[in-house]
């Protein structure tokens, strides 16, 4: 059985000096979850997840990720915002949490081309944009948004930075979210089609796209419900994807 455990990385020096975190808190650093699997890593896993919390699904998804091997682990992506807050998660402070966690992975013997990450709504768009321009393996997004329009200033809408791609990405959306609208994934189809490496965009009926909420248990006897069957087949997809890519 994986087991899941806390830590922290190093942020890497902005200007010739570690970056602060929250005053007298991780001063330098970022907190993680980790999930450690039981034999030898075949590869990692940066997790980017934009909540406070670590629900019990998305641990069960990151001892999952380890039970096939993947070293898991995910930066706390609010260490830098006081308790209580409410503000989005994106931009510089993302990209240096990621590479914290992912120096991390490197630091314990897993190569660069390994190391896969996977990001879920804002963090889901970042994943993206890593895969463009770091030596990460693999990408997955689910329910990326700034899709047509780009999410800030200084980032480009993911229709066009699929272009820049130098890792294999899959995106999940689901129908019915307003924030990715079905024309607005289909333009996304179209554009990763053109893209220089592996891509793949699924889209669910509904909202049931996401793997990191649980799936129903059917009663014996019954049928998983759609939904359900789609959270299943998402967290299938995920794990066939680095299975395939991280290599």
């Known amino acids: 059985m994986s087991g899941i455990s806390t830590g922290s990385a190093v942020l890497r020096a902005v200007g010739g000096r570690s970056e602060a975190a929250a005053p007298g808190e991780w001063p330098g650093r970022v907190p993680l979850t980790v999930a450690v699997p039981d034999g030898p890593a075949r590869g990692g896993i940066v997790v980017l997840h934009e909540s406070r919390v670590f629900t019990e699904a998305l641990l069960d998804l990151m001892g999952l990720l380890a039970g096939e091997g993947w070293l898991t682990v995910a930066p706390h992506l609010f260490h830098r915002q006081p308790a209580g807050t409410d503000v989005e998660v994106f931009g510089d402070n993302l990209f240096a949490d990621f590479d914290a966690a992912f120096d991390w992975l490197t630091g314990r013997g897993v190569y660069p081309d390994c190391v896969g990450v996977l990001g879920f709504d804002d963090a889901g768009?970042?994943?993206?944009?890593?895969?463009?321009?770091?030596?990460?393996?693999?990408?997955?997004?689910?329910?990326?948004?700034?899709?047509?329009?780009?999410?800030?200033?200084d980032a480009p809408a993911l229709v066009d930075a699929v272009a820049a791609l130098q890792a294999p990405w899959l995106g999940l959306y689901g129908e019915d979210d307003p924030r990715t609208p079905p024309a607005h994934v289909e333009r996304l189809r179209d554009a990763t089609a053109r893209a220089p490496v592996a891509t793949h965009v699924v889209s669910y009926r509904g909202l049931a796209h996401r793997a990191d909420e649980p799936p129903r248990v059917p009663a014996d006897g019954d049928e998983a419900d759609p939904a359900t069957q789609a959270i299943v087949d998402a967290q299938r997809r995920i794990f066939d994807w680095f299975d395939a890519n991280l290599r």
Do not use: F
Request: avoid cysteine; hydrophobic fraction near 60%; proline fraction near 7%.
């Open 125 to 153: 768009t970042a994943a993206l944009l890593v895969a463009t321009d770091r030596p990460v393996g693999a990408a997955v997004s689910v329910a990326a948004r700034g899709i047509v329009t780009a999410l800030r200033p």
